[in-house]
Nanobody, 117 residues
């Protein structure tokens, strides 16, 4: 059974940094795109960043230049380095992974990021 376990959320002041991690396990096939989405209260879930096994990334315009996504293919782990955080970045951040060959879509349980002074 595929599981995605996230870590690294928390409370940070505006301008601060956080690093999120997501470790995927339980797949016999591995994963194609992995990434991060977020959902703020009263809003729809939105893309933050995704990354392919080859390292091709896709990020929302609002985070470009501030957030960096990376992955360790050997560990099926994806990271999100978040710098220069703003109050509008506060949300529950969800890890996503698309399983290779099956196309099955998996989600983590979510980790809260709060940006406040």
């Amino acid at each position: 059974q595929v599981q995605l376990v996230e870590s690294g959320g928390g409370l940070v002041q505006p301008g601060g940094s956080l690093r999120l991690s997501c470790a995927a396990s339980g797949s016999s096939f591995g994963f194609n795109a992995m990434g991060w989405y977020r959902q703020a209260p009263g809003k729809e879930r939105e893309l933050v960043s995704t990354i392919t096994p080859a390292g091709t990334t896709n990020s929302a315009g609002s985070v470009k230049g501030r957030f960096t996504i990376s992955r360790d293919n050997a560990k099926n782990t994806v990271y999100l380095q978040m710098n220069s955080l703003k109050p509008e970045d506060a949300a529950v951040y969800y890890c996503n992974a698309v399983e290779r060959f099956t196309g099955n879509d998996y989600w983590g349980q979510g980790t809260q990021v709060t940006v406040s002074s």
